[in-house]
């Protein structure tokens, strides 16, 4: 049915170049989208010692296999 799991990373940065790692894991349908949880993995300079989690969830738009996507992260730091 097209349907599957997916696994990746992610690095989100800022203007002062610190960065925050995410581990993602989901599922994955090509008609209705995709959907999971983003764990963070770790941080470097201010975001040193970051903890935390959130969802994440694309819906499939256009007919080019594009998707819109919404996340959150819900953090501590140290």
Not at 12 to 38: C, H, I, K, W, Y
Not at 42 to 65: E, L, Q
Request: charged share 20%; glycine share 20%; aromatic share 12%.
């Amino acid at each position: 049915g097209g349907e599957g799991r997916n696994k990746g990373f992610c690095v989100f940065g800022d203007m002062d170049g610190d960065r925050v790692f995410t581990e993602f894991t989901g599922t994955f349908n090509p008609q209705s989208g995709a959907l999971g949880t983003n764990e963070i993995t770790g941080g470097t300079g201010k975001y040193s010692g970051i903890t935390g989690s959130g969802p994440w969830r694309c819906k499939a738009s256009g007919t080019n296999s594009e998707f819109h996507c919404y996340q959150r992260l819900d953090y501590r730091l140290p």
